[in-house]
């Protein structure tokens, strides 16, 4: 007897428009949601320079005559070469994402095997797709 190759249930175009679309909803809020609660970067630091010149802003001559060609001066470009992005590190931070993370994996790794399983109770007519299988 000559068994028909499994084909998963077809999903209709509105049905994958829906998901597309939903996708891109969640991978949006997931960007900007950090943003928006203020919880993306640690902020700057500035340096003040109170007589600025391309010596103390620490501007070779060739750097110094970039920045004249673009029009700006080393009191206007004080304000950029002082400002850094701040980067600390936050191992709170760090332990929450990997902790959300891991759930994730662990929910998905148990939501696919039972959902495999359903597979295989309907390709080879296990009657208890809720059976688990001994491993050898």
């Known amino acids: 007897m000559k068994k028909v190759p499994y084909e998963p249930p077809s999903q209709p175009i ?6 597309a679309i939903l996708m891109l909803i969640l991978v949006f809020i997931t960007l900007y949601l950090p943003l928006w609660l203020k919880l993306a970067g640690g902020g700057t630091t500035t340096t003040e320079y109170p007589n600025p010149s391309w010596e103390s802003l ?6 110094a005559a970039q920045w004249e060609k673009l029009g700006i001066a080393p009191e206007k470009a004080a304000t950029i070469v002082g400002t850094r992005f701040d980067y600390n590190f936050n191992w709170t931070a760090l332990a ?3 902790l ?5 994996f662990v929910f998905m790794f148990r939501y696919s095997d039972h959902e495999y399983r359903e597979v295989i109770a309907e390709r ?11 491993p050898r």
Do not use: H, L
């Not at 509105?14 to 998901?19: N, Y």
């Not at 620490?58 to 750097?63: H, I, T, Y």
């Not at 959300?100 to 994730?104: E, L």
């Open 14 to 19: 509105i049905g994958q428009i829906f998901d």
């Open 100 to 104: 959300i993370i891991v759930a994730y």
């Open 58 to 63: 620490g501007q070779n001559a060739v750097m």
């Open 96 to 98: 929450f994402t990997a």
């Open 124 to 134: 080879f007519g296990d009657d208890d797709p809720t059976k688990t299988v001994e």
